[in-house]
């Protein structure tokens, strides 16, 4: 049986490196670049997935 941990990981990855990538999109009354925290964030669940499918293997 398919691991679902390893594209669930491979797509939050994918996501993540897209946010990080994109120019700045910032929230509108305070400047925080919300696309670099919310794609480091999926950066860190997808490794979370991968480490975790990882291990179990």
């Known amino acids: ?3 679902l941990r390893v594209p669930i990981g491979i797509f939050f990855a ?9 120019p700045g999109a ?3 009354l305070t ?4 696309n670099l925290y919310s794609g480091a964030a999926m950066l860190l669940f ?6 975790l499918a990882w291990k179990r293997s």
């Open 1 to 3: 049986m398919i691991d």
């Open 26 to 28: 910032r929230a509108a």
């Open 46 to 51: 997808a490794g979370a997935m991968l480490w």
């Open 14 to 22: 994918i996501l993540g490196i897209i946010l990080i990538a994109l």
């Open 31 to 34: 400047g925080v670049p919300v």
